[in-house]
């Protein structure tokens, strides 16, 4: 078994059409979306607080784990899901 590791940047919508992709794509065993483990610093009385370039798209953590001769095709539909919903992905070793 391979564990997959990434992070996805962008909208809701789009993280979920990613899970349904990933419980598709056959080998998988499972697919965890993982909780927000860094404390927001966002400060509420800085007067930056609610601007546009404080708004980026939401951080979701996610772990598949796959049979080891599928993960390349775990990896190429997540590529080709976050290219349809305009996600930004990021492959990691641990969170």
Known sequence: MTMIRLRATGTRTGFDALVAALHG?????????LADLMP???DEDS???GLTDD???DLHALEVEAASPY?????E???DIAARYDL???F????
């Open 71 to 75: 993960a390349d095709t775990v990896r």
């Open 92 to 95: 990691v070793d641990e969170f």
């Open 40 to 42: 927001h610093m966002d």
């Open 88 to 90: 930004v992905l990021e």
């Open 55 to 57: 708004r980026g798209g």
């Open 77 to 79: 539909t997540a590529d």
């Open 25 to 33: 794509v056959d080998g998988v065993e499972r697919v965890e979306e």
């Open 47 to 49: 007067s930056s607080a």
